[in-house]
């Protein structure tokens, strides 16, 4: 398709349930990234990947959170054990050239995720 | 990271220009100068970038003050589209394990009047 494309686009789950949010990047394109956004606040910086390899994982607040990207292309961002705290929108944003190189990142339209 | 102030709000009328404000006081000189904006219930959306010199495309210009401390987006003419939340973020593309994340502020909101 011609832009990052994320599902699902809403998602409600009962606290302590585990989720899996999916993103697929703009083909071709080496840099993906994992953004939080609570309400009313700028993304957050989650988690960055450089084809397969995860070389960033710092944003990640707790080791509930957990993402990957096998073949280089979709990416799962998996949540386990939700919590209220969890509730955000999670951005999803890929780009064709890596590491060092200047170019305007695309991002998804993102998934909203609702602990109850 | 070099960090950015924006105000937390501004306003125009539809179809006059727009200047948004931006410092960045600790910029360094490998530091360039991004603008995203993002709509309502959608992701960020790539606006404009620089480093010295001003920009132009076919969204905005982007205007840098000669020390580089600050910087200006400025929307020609204003439409109710262009009502969002802009984002003024430094981004370093020298190496280290940066990877050229963005990192976020808190934008200033932008409303725009018929």
């Known amino acids: 398709g011609a832009g990052v494309s994320q599902s699902p686009r809403y998602k409600v789950a009962k606290r302590g349930q585990d989720v899996a949010l999916r993103c697929d990047p703009i083909?071709?394109?080496?840099?993906l990234f994992w953004y939080q956004q609570a309400l009313g606040q700028g993304p957050e910086f989650l988690t960055y990947f450089q084809n397969e390899a995860q070389l960033d994982k710092s944003g990640l607040p707790s080791d509930r959170f957990f993402a990957e990207r096998p073949e280089g292309s979709v990416s799962t961002l998996k949540i386990q054990r939700t919590q209220q705290e969890d509730s955000a929108v999670y951005l999803c944003?890929?780009?064709?050239w890596g590491k060092g190189r200047l170019s305007g990142y695309t991002f998804g339209s993102g998934t909203r995720l609702t602990v109850v | 990271d070099a960090k950015t102030t924006q105000p937390n709000s501004m306003e125009s009328n539809e179809e006059e220009p727009v200047h948004l404000p931006c410092n960045h006081s600790t910029i360094s000189g490998t530091d360039y100068i991004h603008w995203y904006r993002q709509l309502p219930s959608q992701g960020p959306e790539y606006v404009i970038h620089g480093l010295t010199s001003n920009v132009n495309n076919r969204m905005a210009s982007l205007a840098i003050a000669e020390d580089r401390k600050s910087s200006t987006l400025i929307l020609h003419r204003a439409t109710l589209r262009d009502a969002a939340v802009y984002y003024c973020?430094?981004?370093?593309?020298?190496?280290?394990?940066?990877?050229?994340?963005?990192?976020f502020g808190q934008g200033t909101i932008l409303t725009v009047h018929p």
């Open positions: 973020i430094l981004r370093d593309v020298a190496g280290g394990t940066s990877y050229g994340k963005l990192t």
């Open positions: 944003a890929s780009s064709f």
């Open positions: 083909s071709g394109h080496v840099s």
